[in-house]
């Protein structure tokens, strides 16, 4: 039997759930499924079935402001975060040495890619951002312009930023494929991020469409405001207690609408005391079900999030936080084609409401359907099934 070994990105639960599904995939097609984890991904896969579940070691991330917000000279000046990536690469290294998998599949990891190289085991890269984009964006009159007020972001930033991406591009090259996960353009929702890309790197990757296997049934009823907060612990807490404040006073003429929230805690077992007609969840008990049943969707602007609402054929309302410019990258590119809004952290509180009723318009539902039976056709799993394989034979 042929062992896949899978390795995904710690931070929030994204990339630990479409690996997972991506898993599943292979499991089904006679592989032995083996994950290399840490941090949220931990959690989220902790008791799953069908898997054997490594934990490779200390949780690696960017440091964060309390609003969430990304810490970059923090980040930069921390030395300890450069320790763990290189114990990230002896523990994998050993890992793979025990295991012998067949194939590796680094969901953004280097640290995987490199163990892969040095003990000459094929591997595929799964990617939705290839690049980082850290200099300032010019965007004085759209709503993405808070991006210009996040400390750090200067000309060194931007010397910063060509430095990363010049050995991210090598890094992502030690691999033999390279899977973006994404909708082909001009749909990706991570187009900002996808563009202008290398030649050598733009030659060698495939877009697969976003590794979900949707489950929704887009003609259910339903007068649901679905509100999904995702990402990093920072980035959920920050958003969470806006929301507990802003549904406290949901205007008369919202109150035939239910507002659902999930909080994106899977051991939480938190209750708001707020008007009768919000339900909170720590952890959605059936996520497909409530995307069918929405009228709405409000993100974090988290990639797997945004991929499941329109693959649903649901409008968005995107609250990326300020200075993640992979979120708020995302969040343009979505009202860039008319399948949401982005509002800004810092006036969710003034706007959230009048932004729910822009996105209750036909408008937004009929591009967000239009968008889904464009793709409601593809095999996204087997697409980047058949990437993984083609490497193996």
Not at 18 to 47: C, K, Q, T
Not at 169 to 198: E, V
Not at 337 to 353: D, N, P
Request: with cysteine; proline share 6%; aromatic share 8%.
């Amino acid at each position: 039997m042929l062992k896949a070994y899978f390795s995904p990105l710690g931070i929030g639960y994204g990339h630990a759930s479409r690996s997972m599904n991506l898993a599943m995939r292979l499991r089904s097609e006679g592989f032995s499924i083996f994950f290399s984890v840490y941090g949220d991904a931990s959690s989220y896969l902790r008791g799953a079935s069908g898997v054997k579940v490594i934990h490779c070691g200390e949780e690696m991330t960017w440091k964060q402001k309390p609003d969430g917000s990304p810490d970059l000279w923090g980040t930069l000046k921390s030395l300890s975060e450069l320790r763990k990536f290189f114990r990230h690469i002896k523990v994998e290294k050993e890992n793979m040495e025990s295991i012998s998998p067949d194939i590796v599949i680094s969901d953004s990891r280097i640290s995987t890619l490199i163990a892969a190289q040095y003990l000459g085991i094929p591997s595929v890269v799964l990617l939705n951002q290839p690049k980082l984009l850290l200099s300032p964006l010019i965007r004085r009159n759209g709503p993405l312009d808070e991006l210009n007020d996040v400390e750090g972001y200067s000309v060194f930033s931007s010397v910063v930023e060509r430095l990363l991406n010049t050995a991210m591009t090598r890094f992502w090259g030690l691999s033999q494929a390279s899977i973006i996960a994404d909708f082909p353009p001009p749909y990706s929702i991570s187009k900002y991020h996808t563009s202008g890309l290398p030649k050598p790197l733009m030659d060698r990757i495939v877009f697969s469409g976003p590794l979900i296997e949707p489950k929704c049934d887009p003609n259910a009823g339903g007068n649901v405001i679905l509100i999904m907060i995702s990402g990093p612990g920072a980035e959920r807490r920050s958003l969470a207690a806006v929301m507990e404040e802003i549904l406290r006073r949901v205007p008369s003429d919202l109150k035939n609408y239910e507002f659902v929230v999930s909080l994106g805690e899977p051991n939480s077992s938190v209750k708001w005391e707020v008007d009768d007609n919000v339900r909170v969840y720590g952890w959605l008990p059936d996520k497909w079900r409530a995307l069918s049943e929405a009228r709405v969707v409000v993100s974090r602007a988290g990639h797997t999030t945004i991929a499941e609402a329109l693959m649903c054929g649901r409008p968005l309302m995107l609250i990326p936080v300020p200075g993640q410019t992979e979120k708020m990258e995302n969040a343009r590119s979505i009202e860039e084609m008319g399948l949401g809004l982005v509002v800004r952290q810092s006036e969710v509180r003034s706007k959230f409401f009048d932004a729910v009723r822009s996105l209750l318009q036909p408008d937004y539902e009929r591009r967000a359907r239009d968008f889904r039976k464009r793709f409601e056709g593809w095999d996204f799993l087997g697409r980047a099934a058949g990437i993984v394989e083609s490497v193996l034979y």
